[in-house]
């Protein structure tokens, strides 16, 4: 599976992104998938993470009430809608895939991932 994470950019405190990572491969809809990031100086943090059905799923606290995640498995696309974006959001967004194995279903650990998309940054300007 390959990953590839679009969308981010430079916002305003308050402000919305909506990023995308694109999967390729015909088992997408196996796959867990997850939204994490990594700020300068600081370890890769979960942020968001959806069960390969799309019926589940959860965020970080300090997200909750402001992102949502989402797929679109008929399109090897997953989403993170970003919105009352702030400063501390800032970071580089990474999306990863992890092979759903019928136990789980979703993940908040990065080190269970199978693959990486190579990151997308995300700058919000207070």
């Known amino acids: 599976v390959q990953l590839q994470a679009s969308g981010g950019g430079l916002v305003q405190a308050g402000g919305s992104l909506r990023l995308s990572c694109a999967a390729s491969g015909r088992t997408f809809s196996r796959y867990i998938m997850g939204w994490f990031r990594q700020a300068p100086g600081k370890e890769r943090e979960f942020v968001s993470t959806i069960s390969a059905s799309g019926g589940n799923t959860f965020y970080v606290d300090s997200v909750k009430g402001r992102f949502t995640i989402s797929r679109d498995n008929a399109k090897n696309m997953v989403y993170l809608q970003m919105n009352s974006l702030k400063p501390e959001d800032t970071a580089v967004y990474l999306c990863?895939?992890?092979?759903?194995?019928?136990?789980?279903?979703?993940?908040?650990?990065?080190?269970?991932?199978?693959?990486w998309g190579q990151g997308t940054q995300v700058t919000v300007s207070s």
């Open positions: 990863g895939a992890k092979w759903y194995s019928g136990v789980f279903v979703y993940s908040t650990r990065d080190d269970e991932y199978d693959y």
